[in-house]
């Protein structure tokens, strides 16, 4: 028998086709993309998902990884320690703004870049291998598989981050950073580079969605006082400059990312996921942006 919840995500896919807008090309790996892939995931808190299009095709997560980085920061060391080095205040600016606070260095919020190196900083471990090893795996526990990296992304990306580096030796200048900005450097491109698919990121959504426990495995992976401080900045600077538009049209926390990815969480339901590559002016997926929307006007997601 037809579900009806396939058989709506299977009219909108069709209904909100092609958005327009063009593949990142910063990163040259990211520029060599299929524009015209496409996939759409729903996964709800108890573990059913839902699925159109290529759902496991693989794609380096990007600024996906922001918000899982955070909540591993606030894991590891507790809001008031992270408090002190990342605000959680918007922007309003684009993603690699090169925004800190003058005096005293302290970024805006954990989703733009000079936030998110941040907290990759924050990450505990006794050396670079090990913290990067310790993100991987829990970006791995919320996807509930074991997880990659795109080596060819994450040379490709470290060898045109002129801007991220610059980020993460002011951030050092201002003693945000207490490490080697290089080794912190380094394990942000990695973890921008770990591969997923549509359906890793739905449970991954769905896992924040369902109070920090992975449907699936049955995992708590983190403390629910803590998704509600990811939830937050997801809500506020998830969109970067789009964000109060996002608010507007959308109403609830979600992540974007540059290879095309976006990620909304509907707290106690489910966590969706899109992927399409092509980008909008602000850097978030154009016909991820257009889905949402009419998923957040239909299944009344709005959340405010
Ligand atoms: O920092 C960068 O440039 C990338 N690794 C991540 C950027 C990103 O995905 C921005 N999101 N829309």
């Not at 918000?67 to 809001?79: I, K, M, N, W």
Request: proline letters at 4%.
């Amino acid at each position: 028998m037809r579900n009806p919840v396939q058989d709506y995500l299977e009219q909108i896919v069709e209904q909100c086709g092609a958005a327009g807008g063009e593949v990142a090309a910063y990163i040259p790996e990211l520029a060599a993309a299929d524009p015209d892939r496409f996939a759409l995931c729903l996964a709800t808190v108890d573990g059913q998902v839902y699925e159109v299009g290529q759902a496991e095709h693989r794609f380096s997560i990007q600024s996906i990884s922001k918000p899982f980085t955070y909540a591993l920061g606030l894991h590891d060391q507790g809001v008031e320690t992270v408090a002190r080095k990342v605000d959680v205040e918007p922007s309003g600016d684009a993603f690699n703004e090169i925004s800190l606070a003058p005096g005293s260095g302290r970024p805006k919020n954990p989703m733009i870049n000079a936030g998110a190196i941040t907290a990759t900083s924050l990450v505990a471990g006794d050396d670079e291998d090990d913290r990067f090893g310790r993100a991987l795996d829990w970006f791995g526990a919320f996807a509930g598989r074991e997880l990659e990296v795109d080596e060819g992304v994450y040379g490709s990306e470290l060898a045109t981050a002129h801007r991220n580096r610059a980020i993460a030796h002011m951030l050092r200048e201002f003693e945000i950073l207490e490490d080697d900005p290089e080794e912190v450097l380094r394990r942000y491109v990695r973890q921008c580079s770990i591969a997923v698919d549509t359906r890793d990121l739905a449970l991954m959504a769905a896992t924040l969605a369902n109070g920090g426990r992975q449907p699936r495995t049955g995992r708590q992976l983190l403390e629910a006082h803590l998704v509600e401080h990811v939830l937050s900045v997801m809500t506020t600077c998830g969109m970067y400059d789009a964000a109060g538009d996002w608010v507007s049209a959308v109403g609830m926390p979600a992540k974007s990312g540059v290879s095309g990815g976006i990620i909304g969480v509907l707290p106690g339901q489910v966590g969706v996921a899109v992927f399409s590559p092509r980008l909008d002016a602000h850097g978030n997926s154009a016909r991820g942006v257009a889905l949402f929307e009419r998923m957040s006007r239909d299944m009344e997601m709005h959340l405010m």
